[in-house]
């Protein structure tokens, strides 16, 4: 099909979020449905190879459609992540929840598609701008303090990107979105990179996702969880292929997620931390940088939308259901969210690699990428944080919800049970496209970026697989006993922002404050009181015989002056005395030095 | 549905329990067996040990959680009022 | 940087006339009184109306680089009251002028539905206070300048002191004196010093040369850039900036216009127009004025904001946004760069209409619910969203998030400030940024999700007036058209700059 002109998939959804509000009663639902569709459809089907829509505006010339293979697949499982998940929230009636997740997913499809950084700038500030509301619908005390954590952290990381793509443009000229010269990093690349990982939760810069992705809503945690991070994959991918820091940076993140989450007795934030777990494979993948790393990066992230999503679906309903999320406050649900515990496994086992899943095809590349390259340490971590991955999602979620203690309250108990339609068809087809991408592998190894010379099917892979899983497994249940959820929250970095923050202000309530309220009260002490002394010192001064300039302003301000009739007006007098003086002296000094 | 079948395993729980046992031993002993499993494309001299994944698993699941449960109970695991005011 | 040529001058009397206009319509606010109160409204519409369209006429010549010129009388050889209109006057000029039209109707409104006293004094006043700040827009050398900015300072006061309590004395009073005192302490010797070392006090044709002769000595020149910089004290520069949050007490109209517009901006506007047509940018590189000047008012920016932080009467914050973002432009300025010069110009104009928008909203919520501090407006939004909508995207402004004004602002400024070399101007701007959003935030959120106080009952409470809610939805509208088309305003910068 000849297409010389394309519409932008982000102009649908925002149109579609601002017709929304009109359309009410019975085409409400179907027109939920339909913009992310069309979207898809524009997408998939709609969006040839090539570079368009480019605005001149002022000096530069900003590109927002830069369309090839990688922002290609991207695009792709992003908006259908947009119609499952718009699905799964097809219950939900306050509009403006829906309009901020579009809005969201209208930022990240505008960020994939750019083409300048200006333009990427632009879609990541909208990115963070409306899933803060994301957090804030949930409506809970400590909802507003995490949104406003969230916003201020994302406006730092953005801060951040600004400076760096600025310095660049200021050091090469050049403000378009391509691969950066990562052999010979300057500072610009690094910040740029930094503005990069902290949207994709690297840590040291990680902990607003716990935090925020714990207290949205529902139907909110199912969008953030696809699209920030991925898009920040996405840039890291663009523009930072190949550095080689991000090796170990995804490597310590990949282990560092396994670690909180043991310690997580809230579901969805130990699915948060598995969040920061997994896009550390994605991290390092960009780190390797080479074509089957990158491929690797792509493809897992790819499959981690839909399984991630999937995920978040399930404990999502266990909590819309009953309106808890702890570990210590669940457990022996089998018997009443049966659809929600098999969801939720076909989630766990995607993301745990088991053959036949997504996973398995997908997070593979990477670790082989990584033993291609020799980089054999990264390649026996990652993998040693893929039992992790198992130990967590596969095993300790539905364990400790669907059997395990049963900690329910009757009232919890009494509630619990399989969700509304929409939410279990959302589920539904996030698990078909899981099996389906681990079953047909060519689906997802077609819209790879690079071209694709890996089999994942082999005895040895599924061997070793198999045998990582299992016994993972093995130690799970001969060491149930330690994993017992606690009710305890775990401190992180995020102390450090926390306390300090509160540090912050109390400095700027107490001490400046004081300061600059004396500083206002020197006008008194000092300007006032002497004003006086000396004016009446000088008032034999006859200011007659000073001429000119002075003179003749001082008289149109005394007749201007007369009509404001306060007392205050007599102090105007005393002002001009006492500049007098000072031109007095400096002209007398002036003259003599 | 799917109750009734998880209802069916937990009552013959202990033969379960056998048949994963099986399954675990099978796997090291399939592994064994180059012409099942072909391990020439091996990166590392130590990936040809059969059962080396199962050990690895294994032990990466023990460690995790005895050294993750260690460092949380080093204080990074507090009460969950913790940042409240 | 070259200067531009010598531009063309063309006398008109239009200059004339749109000075004329606000003082006219001052005497005709007076004239109608109280019995006549809807006249008397009519009054202050139609001059401002007319002063806009008389200032918009202007526009053509000035874009096709002519200087306009008009004489009014001479006093002494050099020294005379003269107007002019170049790009750099434009730039005020069409900002402030437009926005005198949308609070002329926010006024009414605002005055009406609190049925305030003594509406004619202030009509009549805020009047004035316009005809100052034209006069100072158009101002053609340095006697000109000073005699219409201490008219500002004057007309102003019965504005501040307008509730005549105790507050309201106290407030005037510090206003007055602070302008008062640093206006004739610092500016008055520096006026007869420049008058006595160059022999006139006309401005400069360009922004490059300064009337200083190259042979005058370097120490007094610095001093005399010092003595401007803090004479000009309506630019908020810390620390002579009491008199903006003191001058709080006024009512809305009067903050909203003229401290967030006219008066803060004949503060950064005669500071400018001095830094760059009497100093010039080649004198001010020259001594290594710029950069510590830049540094100087950046304290001011990071100061203001943190004490933001610590307010919660929302005008009080607001009045420390200011503050901080005044010095911004000068900072703009200061970085003698085409980019940072184009920053802090361009920021007279978007900052004008983001903080009246802001300014607006506060007064829409105290009409509509008297109340003045953030903690008490929690919920808020569900009744009120219209205001609370346009305040968050005037935030977003100050904030400097793209697509609204803001951000082209930022953009210029962080350039400039690499294009003169300087990382800790990057940084600062930075900090400053997220400092911002730190206390505009919430004020947003909290209105829309945030939880009713205690005790609270919302009902009665409903949007404030149309007259009041429709100027600011109309500003607010302004700072993202401006936003996403800065063509309109930075085609006076680009001519500005040459």
């Known amino acids: 099909m000849m297409i010389d002109s394309w519409l932008h998939p982000s102009l649908i959804l925002i149109c579609g979020a601002l017709l929304l509000p009109f359309i009410k009663g019975m085409p409400r639902r179907a027109f939920l449905v339909l913009i992310p569709v069309l979207t898809f459809i524009d997408i998939w089907q709609f969006s040839p190879h090539g570079t368009f829509a480019v605005v001149n505006v002022m000096d530069w010339q900003l590109t927002f459609g830069r369309i090839d293979r990688l922002s290609q697949v991207f695009g792709y499982i992003m908006s259908l992540m947009c119609i499952i998940g718009t699905i799964y929230g097809l219950h939900v009636k306050d509009d403006l929840q829906h309009i901020a997740a579009w809005f969201y997913v209208a930022g990240s499809l505008g960020a994939i598609y750019a083409g300048d950084y200006l333009v990427l700038f632009l879609f990541w500030e909208l990115m963070a701008f409306s899933s803060v509301f994301l957090v804030w619908f949930r409506g809970r005390e400590q909802s507003l303090a995490t949104g406003y954590r969230y916003l201020l952290v994302h406006t730092a990381g953005g801060l951040i990107l600004l400076c760096g793509f600025v310095l660049r443009y200021k050091a090469t000229g050049d403000l378009s979105f391509t691969l950066m010269d990562v052999t010979h990093p300057q500072l610009y690349t690094y910040l740029i990179m930094c503005g990069l990982i902290l949207n994709a939760a690297v840590p040291p810069l990680h902990s607003w996702l716990p935090d925020a992705y714990g207290e949205a809503t529902v139907t909110g945690a199912v969008f953030m969880c696809a699209f920030t991070t991925k898009t920040a994959i996405y840039a890291l991918a663009r523009s930072c292929a190949g550095m080689e820091i991000l090796v170990p940076l995804g490597v310590v993140m990949a282990l560092y997620g396994v670690v909180y989450a043991v310690l997580e007795n809230d579901c969805r934030r130990l699915l948060a931390w598995h969040i920061i777990s997994q896009v550390g494979y994605m991290v390092a993948g960009v780190g390797i940088g080479t074509e089957l790393a990158i491929n690797g990066a792509c493809a897992h992230a790819f499959a981690h939308i839909l399984y991630k999503g999937l995920l978040f679906m399930g404990c999502g309903s266990v909590l819309h259901m009953t309106g808890k999320s702890k570990f210590t406050e669940l457990g022996g649900l089998y018997k009443k ?141 001969l060491l149930i006993k330690k994993l017992t959820p606690e009710p305890t929250i775990s401190i992180d970095l995020d102390w450090f922002y926390r306390k300090g923050g509160r540090a912050f202000l109390w400095m700027a309530k107490k001490p400046l404050q004081f300061i600059d309220t004396c500083v206002g009260e020197i006008y008194r002490v000092i300007g006032l009181v002497p004003l006086m002394t000396v004016a009446g010192f000088w008032s034999w001064f006859d200011w007659h015989a000073i001429d000119g300039v002075v003179d003749g302003v001082a008289r149109s301000v005394r007749c201007i002056g007369s009509s404001v009739r306060h007392a205050q007006s007599g102090q105007l007098q005393y002002n001009i005395f006492w500049a007098v003086t000072i031109a007095a002296s400096l002209l007398l000094t002036y003259v003599f030095a | 549905m799917i109750v009734e079948l998880i209802d069916y395993l937990r009552d013959r729980l202990k033969s379960v329990i056998k048949i994963c046992y099986g399954v675990l031993a099978s796997l090291v002993v399939i592994d064994a067996i180059p012409s099942i499993v072909d391990k020439h494309h091996a990166h590392t001299w130590v990936e040809h040990y059969p059962g080396f994944w199962a050990l690895f698993g294994f032990v990466a699941c023990v460690l995790i959680i005895i050294l993750s449960k260690w460092f949380g109970h080093q204080g990074i695991m507090t009460r969950e009022d913790y940042y409240d005011d | 940087m070259e200067g531009a040529a010598v531009a063309n001058i063309i006398e008109s009397s239009k200059l004339l006339w749109a000075i004329l206009v606000p003082l006219a319509g001052s005497f005709g606010v007076m004239f109608m009184g109280e019995k006549q109160a809807n006249l008397r409204e009519a009054c202050s519409v139609t001059a401002a109306v007319l002063m806009f369209v008389t200032i918009a006429s202007m526009i053509p010549d000035v874009l096709s680089g002519h200087t306009l010129h008009f004489r009014l009388f001479t006093i002494l050889p050099g020294v005379t009251v003269t107007l002019r209109a170049d790009a750099f006057s434009m730039i005020f000029a069409v900002a402030a002028s437009l926005l005198w039209i949308l609070a002329a109707f926010y006024s009414m409104g605002y005055m009406r539905s609190l049925k305030e006293h003594a509406q004619t004094r202030f009509n009549a006043c805020f009047a004035l206070a316009l005809f100052g700040a034209m006069g100072v827009a158009f101002s053609d050398n340095l006697f000109t300048l000073y005699l219409f900015y201490e008219i500002v300072s004057i007309c102003t006061y019965p504005l501040v002191a307008h509730h005549q309590d105790d507050e309201g004395y106290h407030g005037a009073r510090k206003y007055i004196v602070y302008l008062t005192t640093t206006a004739k302490g610092f500016l008055l010797p520096a006026l007869a010093l420049i008058y006595m070392l160059t022999g006139t006090l006309d401005f400069a044709n360009n922004i490059s040369t300064g009337i200083f002769p190259a042979d005058v000595n370097h120490v007094i020149v610095t001093m005399l850039y010092i003595f401007c910089i803090f004479g000009f004290a309506k630019n908020g520069v810390m620390p002579f900036h009491h008199w903006l949050p003191g001058a709080m007490v006024a ?76 010095s911004y432009i000068i900072l703009g300025v200061a970085l003698l760069t085409p980019a940072g010069i184009s920053g802090g110009l361009i920021h007279i104009a978007n900052h004008a209409f983001s903080k009246i928008t802001l300014f607006f909203c506060a007064g829409a919520i105290y009409v509509a619910t008297h109340k003045k501090d953030i903690s008490e407006m929690g919920g808020l939004g569900k009744t009120m969203p219209f205001t609370f909508a346009a305040f968050g995207i005037a935030s977003l402004s100050m904030i400097g998030a793209p697509p609204v004004a803001g951000f082209v602002t930022k953009w210029y400024l962080l350039v400039g400030s690499i294009q003169a070399h300087q990382i800790g101007i990057l940084l600062l701007l930075l900090a400053s940024t997220l400092l911002n959003v730190g206390y505009f935030a919430p004020i947003t959120y909290n209105a829309f999700f945030g939880k009713r106080p205690e005790g609270e009952k919302y009902e009665g409470i409903k949007e404030a007036p149309l007259s009041m809610v429709i100027p600011l939805s109309i500003a607010a509208v302004i700072s993202v058209l401006i936003g996403i088309f800065p063509e309109f305003m930075m085609n006076f910068v680009k001519a500005v700059i040459g």
């Open chain 1, 337 to 477: 969210m049966p659809r929600t515990f098999v969801f939720t496994l076909i989630g766990g086992l995607s993301i745990s690699a088991f053959p036949l899943f997504s996973g398995f095809v997908s997070k593979s590349m990477i670790i082989a990428a990584g033993f291609e390259e020799h980089i054999l340490w990264a390649g026996f971590l990652l993998t040693l944080a893929s039992a992790g991955t198992f130990l967590h999602t596969g095993l300790k979620v539905p364990y400790f919800i669907w059997f395990g203690k049963n900690n329910c309250s009757d009232e919890t108990w009494e509630k619990a049970e399989d969700p509304p339609w929409n939410m279990q068809v959302a589920m539904g087809m996030a698990s078909f496209l899981c099996i389906f991408i681990g079953c047909y592998t060519a689906y997802l190894y077609d819209m790879l970026p690079n071209p694709v010379d890996y089999h994942p099917y082999t005895a040895y892979h599924l061997s070793e697989t198999m045998q990582i899983l299992l016994f993972t497994a093995l130690g799970f249940f």
């Open chain 3, 251 to 326: 009512p809305t109209p009067v903050s909203a216009l003229l401290h967030a517009v006219a008066v803060v901006k004949v503060g950064v506007f005669s500071t400018t127009r001095v830094m760059l047509y009497v100093f010039g940018v080649n004198t001010m590189d020259a001594l290594n004025l710029g950069i510590p000047t830049a540094y100087f008012v950046g304290f001011t920016i990071i100061m203001a904001s943190v004490i933001a932080l610590s307010k919660t009467n929302l005008k009080a914050r607001l009045a420390y946004s200011t503050v901080s973002q005044l």
